[in-house]
């Protein structure tokens, strides 16, 4: 048996940034993952947006460090994570979205968002040849961007092995260990480790995690399908959020990267429940008519990629973050549906200010936010 302070269950988007911050506490600290190496679950399917530009203030803070963190990475570190500064864009072409966003500005501008609703010709300067038929306007984040999740989740890993974090790949938590009402460690098939805090950042995982020690999480996967084409010359940084709903999903969004590459992906409605990866013929001819309809040049490109990924969700949309009470040391941060690549560093700090109890006046407004213990009731209701 190996001891430490802390064990991660989980190399992923949360996982691996929640090592990096744990390491700079100078913590020995171990990282499980079932995988070859970091990032090989649900990180290396994000398409990499990261945004602040949320409707709720705890996650606006979060990403908000989480983009602090990955803007100034390659100064700080050396390390190219494809960070492009391009911002968000709502195009809006409907009341019911041009309602929805700007009651949500006074609470952004409040957290600190840099956002506005902007004219139909900002709009257009942001999306060169966007469809003007209709364009009321929209919201413009110019601070949110993207990045490589690969990229970005291997330079935490080599950063967090700098400040004496241990990872053990293709090693597979089976059971999370308690004794006396707390946790003593994780069991592996070949070994068991010691320590008494184990942080579950399972992702889609986590709720067969959590059962092994008898809790019960409600996290559950839901398939999404992305798409990336051939490279082209540049001519829309911006992430482009089309709220509009349509056949078989609630919007779509897309960007071009730091390659030239347009990335895409739905929300599809309603959800697609369980671990299914498997990609559909359904999403390209779904997704790229929509698509070319608000931008036209978007019809002559070649997809030259398409594959599917797992969001871990919750009943209302918001992450799982706290300590078990009825398991002493055993501290989930999960079900980020989907936003863990963007939460991830900003959450990892969190994380590592509870491990550590120095939780700061913000952290403890963020925390009851995501709280475990939350009341579900109202959502589970609407959802009967």
Same mark, same amino acid.
């Not at 996982?15 to 990282?31: E, H, N, S, Y």
């Not at 939460?343 to 709280?371: H, N, W, Y």
């Given at each position: 048996?190996?001891?430490?302070?802390?064990?991660?269950?989980?190399?992923?988007?949360?996982? &691996?940034?929640?090592?990096?911050?744990?390491?700079?506490?100078?913590?020995?600290?171990?990282?499980?993952?079932?995988?070859?190496?970091?990032?090989?679950?649900?990180?290396? !399917?994000? #398409?990499?947006?990261?945004?602040?530009?949320?409707?709720?203030?705890?996650? #606006?803070?979060?990403?908000?460090?989480?983009?602090?963190?990955?803007?100034?990475?390659?100064?700080?570190?050396?390390?190219? #994570?494809?960070?492009?500064?391009?911002?968000?864009?709502?195009? &809006?072409?409907?009341?019911?979205?041009?309602?929805?966003?700007?009651?949500?500005?006074?609470?952004?501008?409040?957290?600190?968002?840099?956002?506005?609703?902007?004219?139909?010709?900002?709009?257009?300067?942001?999306?060169?040849?966007?469809?003007?038929?209709?364009?009321?306007?929209?919201?413009? $984040?110019?601070?949110?961007?993207?990045?490589?999740?690969?990229?970005? #989740?291997?330079?935490?890993?080599?950063?967090?092995?700098?400040?004496?974090?241990?990872?053990?790949?293709?090693?597979?938590?089976?059971?999370?260990?308690?004794?006396?009402?707390?946790? $003593?460690?994780?069991?592996?098939?070949?070994?068991?480790? $010691?320590?008494?805090?184990?942080?579950?950042?399972?992702?889609?995982?986590?709720?067969?995690?959590?059962?092994?020690?008898?809790?019960?999480?409600?996290?559950?996967?839901?398939? !999404?399908?992305?798409?990336?084409?051939?490279?082209?010359?540049?001519?829309?940084?911006?992430?482009?959020?089309?709220?509009?709903?349509?056949?078989?999903?609630?919007?779509?969004?897309?960007?071009?990267?730091?390659?030239?590459?347009?990335?895409?992906?739905?929300?599809?409605?309603?959800?697609?429940?369980?671990?299914?990866?498997?990609?559909? $013929?359904?999403?390209?001819?779904?997704?790229?008519?929509?698509?070319?309809?608000?931008?036209?040049?978007?019809?002559?490109?070649?997809?030259?990629?398409?594959?599917?990924?797992?969001?871990?969700?919750?009943?209302?949309?918001?992450?799982?973050?706290?300590?078990?009470?009825?398991?002493?040391?055993?501290? !989930? &941060?999960?079900?980020?549906?989907?936003?863990?690549?963007?939460?991830?560093?900003?959450?990892?700090?969190?994380?590592?200010?509870?491990?550590?109890?120095?939780?700061?006046?913000?952290?403890?407004?963020?925390?009851?936010?995501?709280?475990?213990?939350?009341?579900?009731?109202? &959502?589970?209701?609407?959802?009967?």
């Amino acid at each position: 048996m190996r001891n430490y302070d802390v064990i991660i269950a989980g190399a992923g988007s949360i996982g &691996v940034p929640t090592a990096w911050a744990l390491g700079q506490k100078k913590l020995k600290i171990l990282v499980v993952d079932k995988r070859p190496s970091p990032g090989q679950g649900e990180n290396k !399917h994000a #398409i990499g947006g990261i945004r602040a530009t949320h409707s709720d203030s705890a996650k #606006i803070i979060v990403c908000l460090r989480s983009l602090e963190i990955f803007a100034t990475w390659e100064e700080k570190f050396g390390d190219d #994570i494809e960070w492009l500064k391009g911002g968000y864009t709502f195009p &809006v072409y409907r009341q019911t979205e041009e309602k929805l966003l700007k009651s949500f500005l006074p609470m952004q501008k409040k957290y600190g968002l840099n956002i506005d609703f902007v004219s139909p010709k900002k709009i257009q300067e942001v999306v060169q040849g966007i469809n003007p038929e209709g364009l009321i306007g929209g919201t413009f $984040s110019p601070d949110d961007g993207s990045a490589s999740p690969l990229l970005a #989740i291997n330079a935490f890993y080599r950063q967090a092995k700098k400040n004496g974090v241990e990872f053990k790949f293709k090693t597979e938590v089976t059971k999370i260990i308690q004794t006396g009402g707390a946790v $003593s460690g994780v069991m592996t098939p070949v070994d068991t480790y $010691s320590a008494p805090v184990v942080i579950d950042a399972a992702g889609a995982g986590s709720g067969e995690l959590s059962r092994s020690i008898g809790c019960s999480i409600a996290v559950t996967p839901e398939s !999404h399908e992305a798409a990336i084409t051939e490279p082209v010359q540049r001519f829309c940084s911006t992430m482009v959020v089309d709220l509009r709903p349509g056949p078989g999903s609630k919007n779509y969004y897309f960007y071009q990267n730091k390659h030239g590459q347009v990335i895409f992906c739905i929300t599809p409605h309603p959800p697609i429940i369980g671990n299914d990866y498997r990609e559909t $013929s359904v999403f390209l001819p779904q997704v790229c008519a929509r698509m070319a309809r608000i931008l036209p040049r978007l019809k002559n490109l070649r997809v030259r990629r398409v594959w599917r990924g797992l969001y871990p969700m919750t009943s209302d949309g918001y992450p799982l973050v706290g300590w078990n009470r009825d398991v002493k040391g055993l501290l !989930h &941060v999960a079900g980020m549906c989907g936003q863990g690549f963007m939460l991830g560093p900003g959450m990892g700090e969190v994380v590592a200010r509870m491990v550590t109890d120095t939780c700061t006046k913000q952290d403890k407004m963020v925390i009851d936010k995501f709280s475990l213990y939350r009341d579900l009731s109202c &959502v589970m209701e609407a959802l009967k």
